[in-house]
């Protein structure tokens, strides 16, 4: 089956911009989490969706938003953008929601997307 | 705030050497994953362990649970270039942190032929 899609796979943007990320996950997930990556931060948690609702959020500014649809595909948006802001943006589905003491379920990474920011 | 350090965060060595990631925390979890990261990919997971003291083999890779759930390494055996990535864990479920994955730096490994 296709795994997890991310659009676009690159993108340059320059700051105070604003920038909007698509996942679609493995068909039948109904969960979907954002991470930011970055060399020095490593894997960041953002924050996950299940049926349309946000079950968790990591700690960025109000700055990042997200939202899922009722296919289960999922957008993040990152407004006023800032140098900071420049990582590589995987989303990643799963099964089930949320991966508490009761879950080991896996995460399905997407390929990511880069984004630049000038 | 839940941290999991990794160590070392970068490795070289030649083809055939050994090598063992370790992967700690002061808090527990319950259960860690370790994923696998090529270049312009995603993660992968390689393995889930959840009960203290488990140990999982998959092919040269061995991996093992800390008996306090607290800690993790990842031991390579005659490591190949094909072995090249960077290597992460990631806890799940501990204390106040039920809803999300909590990574480590990485550990970012070369394997020159």
């Known amino acids: 089956k296709a795994g997890v899609t991310q659009t676009p796979r690159y993108l340059i943007k320059t700051r105070g911009q604003q920038v909007t990320l698509s996942c679609s996950p493995i068909s039948g997930h109904r969960s979907v989490s954002w991470y930011q990556q970055t060399p020095g931060q490593g894997l960041q948690f953002l924050f996950e969706y299940f049926s349309e609702t946000q079950r968790n959020k990591g700690n960025f500014p109000g700055r990042f938003s997200g939202r899922q649809f009722s296919n289960s595909r999922s957008e993040m948006n990152v407004s006023t953008l800032e140098l900071g802001d420049s990582a590589l943006y995987l989303c990643a589905s799963s099964l089930r929601p949320g991966t508490g003491s009761l879950s080991t379920g896996e995460l399905f990474f997407g390929e990511g997307s880069r984004l630049t920011v000038l | 705030t839940q941290l999991l ?59 093992q649970f800390g008996d306090a759930r607290k800690d993790s390494s990842l031991h390579i055996t005659a490591a190949q270039p094909g ?9 799940a479920g501990g204390s106040g942190n039920t809803g999300k994955l909590i990574f480590g730096q990485g550990t970012t490994l070369q394997v020159k032929p």
């Not at chain 2, 090598?19 to 700690?24: A, D, E, F, R, S």
């Open chain 2, 5 to 63: 350090e990794q160590s070392p965060q970068f490795l070289s060595i030649q083809e055939g050497e050994n090598l063992t990631v370790y992967c700690n925390s002061s808090s527990v979890f319950s259960s860690l994953q370790w994923y696998r990261q090529e270049p312009g990919e995603g993660p992968v997971l390689l393995v889930t362990v959840v009960t203290g003291g488990e140990v999982k083999k998959l092919k040269r890779l061995t991996f």
């Open chain 2, 83 to 91: 072995d090249t990535g960077l290597y992460l864990c990631a806890g």
